[in-house]
C-alpha cells in the first residue's frame, strides 16, 4: 500500500440520503412520482434502514469510520402543510444518538433531492416563500437536534436538482426546458442556504454550514477550438461559480464537495449547447479512465484540480460524496486508490481538507437507475436487505486507521514530551 497521510481528526466514513436508504418515504414528490409511472423504478423498502439504521452503524464503526452522512427527510418531519410528526423529529434525535455513541460525527444534510408532496403540489421552488416554508422546517430540525450536530449540508446539489427537474425535467418537478424556472428555483434555494445558514447558527452558535457542491471538472472537447473552450468556461460558470454567486462565500464555513467525474464539452447545435456546449462522450479523450455503471468516467485528476481550486476560496474542504458504481471490485479499488492518492496529495500542498466520505455507505435506490447502480461500500440483497462488505473496506479501513494509530502515537509522544 502507498503511504498515504492524513492530519489528525481527518474525518472518514460514507454518505447516504433518506429516500435512497429509508424506505417508506411515502409522503413526498418521488414517491408520487414512481406511484404514477414517471420515473423508472420504486424505492419501495429501500435498503429498509429507518429501521435497520442501528445496524447499519455498526457496520460503519466495525470499517474504522469517524463520521456518517445522513438527510433528514423533510416530508417525515411535515407530512402535511400544517401537521408536523414529532416522531419523525424523535427518530432523527435516536439516529444522531445512535451515531455518537459508536464514535461517528453526524454530518447532516437537510435536503437531499426530495420535497414533501405538497410542498411541490403548491408550487415547490417557484414560490416566493419557499424559503421561508424550507426554514420552518429548518428551525425545528436544528432546535431538536441542538449542539449534538456540528456538521450542516443545507441543500445537496442545488445545481444538478434544478438542471434535472427543470432543464432535462427527467425528475420532479418534470419540468423540461424551462430556464426562466431553473433560474427561479436556483435563487429560491440559495436564499434558502442563506436563510438556513443563520437558522443554525442562532440555534447552535457552534454549528458549521455548507451545502454539498457537485464539483464536476469541465473541459473543453477540442482544446484547440475556441468555441469549445468558451464553452466549457461557461458551463464552468454555471456548474460550479453561480451558485456560490448566489449564496456568497459569507454564508458558508467549510465548502462540502462531492465529485465523481469530468464533463467534456463542445460547443455545437442550438443556442444553449453552443453556449454552454453539449456533453461529449466520445472516448477519445486524453487520459479515458474505465466507465461506471451510470456512465461516468473515473478521473481522478480532475478530483485534483477540484480540490485545490474550491481550496483557494480560504475555508476548509469536505468530501461529501466520491464513489464509483460497478460490479467490478477491481475498479472500485482502483477508482478508491487514485482518489485517495489524490486526497492525500492536495493535503500535502497544503489544501485545507478534513474529510472524505465515500458514496455511499451500501447498494441503495439511485434515482432513475433503481437499484442497478452498485455505489456500495457493502453490497446489499434487496429481497433479505443482507448487507455483504466490498473488498475495498478493507483498503480505506488500513488507510484511514493508520493515520489514527499515527494521530494517537503523535499524541502520545507529545505527553510524554
Ligand atoms: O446517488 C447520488 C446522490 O444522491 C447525489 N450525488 C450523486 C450520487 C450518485 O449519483
Redesign the pocket.
Known amino acids: 500500500m502507498t503511504d498515504l497521510h492524513f492530519p489528525p481528526g481527518f474525518l472518514w466514513g460514507a454518505s447516504t ?1 433518506s429516500h ?1 436508504v429509508e424506505g417508506g418515504n411515502r409522503h413526498n414528490d418521488w414517491w408520487d412520482a414512481e406511484q404514477n409511472g414517471r420515473v423508472p423504478y420504486c424505492s419501495g423498502s429501500a435498503c429498509k434502514h429507518y429501521e435497520l439504521f442501528r445496524q447499519d452503524f455498526d457496520l460503519a464503526r466495525s470499517w474504522g469510520h469517524n463520521a456518517h452522512r445522513f438527510s433528514v427527510e423533510w416530508s417525515r418531519v411535515q407530512p402535511e402543510w400544517n401537521r408536523w410528526d414529532s416522531a419523525a423529529l424523535d427518530h432523527y434525535l435516536d439516529v444522531v444518538v445512535a451515531l455518537r455513541e459508536r464514535g461517528l460525527e453526524p454530518v447532516v444534510t437537510l435536503h ?2 426530495t420535497n414533501p408532496a405538497w410542498f411541490t403540489r403548491a408550487g415547490g421552488w417557484q414560490r416566493k416563500d419557499s424559503a421561508e416554508l424550507f426554514n420552518g422546517y429548518v428551525d425545528r430540525v436544528v432546535r431538536t437536534f441542538g449542539d449534538r450536530v456540528r456538521f450542516w449540508l443545507t441543500v ?2 442545488p445545481t ?1 436538482y434544478v438542471k434535472q427537474g427543470y432543464v432535462t425535467g427527467e425528475w420532479p418537478p418534470f419540468r423540461s426546458g424551462k430556464w426562466r424556472e431553473a433560474w427561479a428555483a436556483m435563487r429560491n434555494l440559495a436564499r434558502a442556504h442563506r436563510m438556513s445558514y443563520h437558522t443554525i447558527h442562532e440555534a447552535n452558535p457552534r454549528g458549521l454550514v455548507s451545502f454539498a457542491h ?1 464539483a464536476p471538472a469541465v473541459e473543453p472537447c477540442r482544446p484547440w477550438s475556441r468555441t469549445d473552450r468558451l464553452a466549457a468556461a461557461a458551463r464552468d460558470w454555471v456548474l460550479n461559480r453561480l451558485f456560490f454567486r448566489l449564496t456568497g462565500l459569507q454564508t458558508l464555513d467549510f465548502i462540502g464537495i ?1 465529485y ?1 467525474t469530468r464533463t467534456v464539452v463542445r460547443s455545437e447545435g442550438g443556442l444553449s449547447t453552443r453556449i454552454l456546449g453539449a456533453v461529449c462522450r466520445s472516448h477519445r479523450h486524453s487520459s479515458q479512465g474505465p466507465v461506471s455503471q ?1 456512465g461516468w468516467e473515473s478521473y481522478p485528476h480532475g478530483f485534483g484540480e477540484v480540490l485545490h481550486r474550491f481550496g483557494r476560496l480560504g475555508l476548509p474542504v469536505l468530501v461529501t ?1 466520491n ?1 464509483f ?1 460497478t460490479d467490478d471490485e477491481q475498479l472500485r479499488l482502483e477508482f478508491i486508490k487514485r482518489h485517495l492518492e489524490i486526497l492525500a496529495g492536495a493535503v500535502q500542498s497544503g489544501v485545507d481538507l478534513i474529510g472524505y466520505l465515500y ?2 455507505l451500501m447498494d441503495n435506490f ?2 432513475n437507475e433503481g437499484p442497478n ?1 452498485r ?1 456500495g461500500l457493502a453490497a446489499v440483497d434487496f429481497e433479505t436487505q443482507t448487507r455483504t462488505a466490498r473488498p475495498c473496506v478493507d483498503y480505506l479501513s488500513q488507510v484511514f486507521g493508520k493515520t489514527r494509530s499515527e494521530a494517537r502515537n503523535r499524541s502520545e509522544g507529545t505527553a510524554a514530551a
Do not use: D
Open positions: 440520503a435512497q437531499h433531492f445537496n446539489e444538478v457537485n462531492n465523481y451510470v460524496e464513489g458504481a458514496w455511499t439511485e434515482w447502480a455505489f
